[in-house]
C-alpha cells in the first residue's frame, strides 16, 4: 500500500480505494470497492503513530472489539480489520444517504411517521447494543446514518464501553459524549448506568426530530448543564399529548426513575407501526482470510519513542488521560451539580491538585510514597496510578487511585481519591503520609483543600 491511500490503489490485494469521504485527527474514510465482490465499502485508515501520540490505541481495541459483538440491520457493520506497520484500516458498510443530521438542520422538523420511524430504528439497535452489553455514549444525529432505502444505521463507536468496563459499583465513569445530548448522571462525573445515559441520548434525538431544535439549548456551558441536570425543556403545542409524556419519563434527570429501552418498546406511540428489524438483512459477511483476529494484533508491529511516556509495571507505556470540556467545566467554583444527586458531600472523597511537573515525575513521587511503611503496592495503567495497601484494615485493604489528566504539555491535573477500604484510615494516610509527599509538586489544590491551604 502506498504511504498516502490514493484513488484507484489497491490495499491489501482485496479493495480498490475510491474518494476520500471525510477525515478526523487521526484517521481518513475512503470508499472503496471490493475486488471479489465489487460491493462499495468504506475503508476508515487510521494512523498508528498519531493513536499513539495522544493515547487512544485502547479506544480504539475498544471499538473494534465492540463493533464486532452488534450484528444489527440498523447498526454500520465492521466486515473486517486488516493491519500494515504504520497504519490499521477498517473494512466497514458504506452508507449512501449521508447523516440524520442533514434531514433537520437549518430548523427542519420531520412529520410524526417520519420520526417513529427513525426513533424505532434507533431504540431497536440502542437496545440491542445493551443486551450485549456495549454502551455507545456519543449517540447524536450526526452518528446516525439514512441508507439508500431511507432506513437509519447507528456510527461511531469510538466513545462505547462494555460492561466490564463498570467498576466495582456497577457503573461507568469516563465523562464523554457531545454536551446537549449527554445525560444529567454524566455531567456530575460520580458514575453512570451506560444503557440510562444512552437512552436520555435517544429521547433528546426524538426531540429535535419532531421540533427541529434542542431541548437544551444554551451558549454558556455552564447554564446548559444546569438545565440538563434539572431536565428543564419544553415541548412545542404541536408535540402529540403521547409523546409529551414519553420524552417525559425519558429526560427524567433522576436515572432511576428514567424509562428503558424495552419499557420504551412497549408504550402505544412507538409500537404504531412497529416491526422489529424493519431494515434489510445484512449483507453477507466479506471473507475474512486478512481478518485481525486478536485486537492487540493491530497495534503489534507499532514502536514508539516517547520521551514523556511513563513506563508501567510490564513496560508499556502510561500516558495520562485528556482532560475534556466536561472536566474543565466541572471545576468552575460556580458549577458544583453534585447536589442535585448526593445527600451527603462530606461522603465525597476526591481531591485535586494541579501541577507544572512532568508526569513521569508525579508517577515517581507516588511511587515514593508507596515505599513508606504502609507498604502498597503500585498498579500502572490508562492514565491512573493505584496504590493498594498491604494491611487489612477495618473495611478491608485500603486502596487509593490518582489519576492523571493532562490539561497542556505543560499542566497536569491529578485526582486522589479512596477506592477501597475504610474512610477514617484513608483520610488519616492522606493527612499523614500522603499530602505531605505531594506538597513539592503541587502548584495549586482545587476545592476544599484549597480551602484548607488559605
Known amino acids: 500500500m502506498a504511504k498516502k491511500e490514493k484513488k484507484g490503489v489497491i490495499l491489501m490485494q ?75 484500516y477498517f473494512a466497514m458498510e458504506y452508507v449512501k444517504g449521508g447523516e440524520l443530521f442533514d434531514k433537520i438542520s437549518q430548523g427542519k422538523r420531520l412529520s410524526e411517521n417520519v420520526a417513529r420511524k427513525y426513533f424505532q430504528q434507533l431504540i431497536g439497535a440502542v437496545d440491542f447494543c445493551h443486551s450485549r452489553g456495549v454502551y455507545h455514549r456519543d449517540l447524536k444525529p450526526e452518528n446516525l446514518l439514512v441508507n439508500e432505502n431511507g432506513d437509519l444505521k447507528v456510527s461511531d463507536f469510538g466513545l462505547s464501553a462494555l460492561k466490564e468496563s463498570t467498576r466495582n459499583d456497577g457503573l461507568l465513569h469516563t465523562t464523554c459524549g457531545t454536551p446537549a445530548y449527554v445525560a444529567p448522571e454524566v455531567i456530575t462525573q460520580k458514575g453512570y448506568d451506560g444503557a440510562k445515559a444512552d437512552t436520555w441520548s435517544c429521547g433528546v434525538i426524538l426531540f429535535v426530530l419532531l421540533a427541529g431544535y434542542l431541548p437544551f439549548h444554551e451558549r454558556n456551558l455552564i447554564r446548559l448543564y444546569r438545565k440538563i ?63 485481525v483476529s486478536d485486537v492487540e ?47 451527603d458531600k462530606s461522603q465525597r472523597q476526591e481531591i485535586r491538585f494541579t501541577t507544572q511537573k512532568p508526569a513521569s515525575m508525579i508517577v515517581s513521587k507516588l511511587e515514593e510514597v508507596a515505599k513508606t511503611e504502609s507498604k502498597f503496592k503500585v498498579v500502572k495503567k490508562n492514565g491512573t496510578v493505584s496504590l493498594q495497601g498491604s494491611k487489612v484494615g477495618r473495611k478491608g485493604q485500603l486502596g487509593i487511585d490518582a489519576q492523571i489528566f493532562q490539561v497542556t504539555s505543560s499542566l497536569h491535573i491529578v485526582e486522589v481519591k479512596k477506592s477501597s477500604g475504610d474512610t477514617l484510615e484513608y483520610r488519616q494516610f492522606w493527612d499523614q503520609d500522603l499530602k505531605p509527599s505531594l506538597q513539592e509538586i503541587v502548584w495549586t489544590w482545587q476545592g476544599c483543600e484549597q480551602q484548607q491551604q488559605k
Not at 425543556?233 to 428503558?260: G, M, Q, T
Not at 507505556?317 to 470540556?325: Q, Y
Open 14 to 88: 482485496r479493495y480498490e480505494i475510491g474518494h476520500l469521504l471525510g477525515q478526523g485527527n487521526f484517521a481518513k474514510v475512503y470508499l472503496a470497492r471490493n475486488l471479489r465482490t465489487n460491493q462499495p465499502v468504506a475503508i476508515k485508515v487510521i494512523n498508528k503513530e498519531k493513536v499513539l501520540e495522544i493515547g487512544m490505541t485502547d479506544q480504539i481495541k475498544r471499538e473494534i472489539s465492540t463493533m464486532r459483538l452488534v450484528k444489527h440491520p440498523n447498526i454500520v457493520q465492521l466486515y473486517e480489520v486488516m493491519a500494515s506497520k504504520t497504519k490499521v
Open 229 to 291: 441536570c434539572i431536565a428543564d425543556f419544553r415541548c412545542p403545542p404541536s408535540f402529540p399529548d403521547e409523546v409529551k409524556k414519553l420524552l417525559s419519563r425519558i429526560l427524567h434527570p433522576k436515572p432511576k426513575a428514567r424509562i428503558n429501552t424495552a419499557d420504551i418498546m412497549e408504550t402505544t406511540w412507538f409500537k404504531k407501526g412497529y416491526m422489529q428489524f424493519q431494515a434489510p438483512m445484512l449483507p453477507p459477511q466479506l471473507p475474512a482470510d486478512c481478518e
Open 297 to 343: 494484533a493491530a497495534f503489534a508491529s507499532s514502536n514508539s519513542d516517547d520521551s514523556s511516556v511513563v513506563p508501567n509495571n510490564g513496560g508499556s507505556p502510561m500516558r495520562p488521560s485528556c482532560f475534556n470540556a466536561f472536566d474543565i467545566i466541572s471545576l468552575s467554583s460556580g458549577f458544583d451539580l453534585s447536589g442535585l444527586f448526593e445527600e
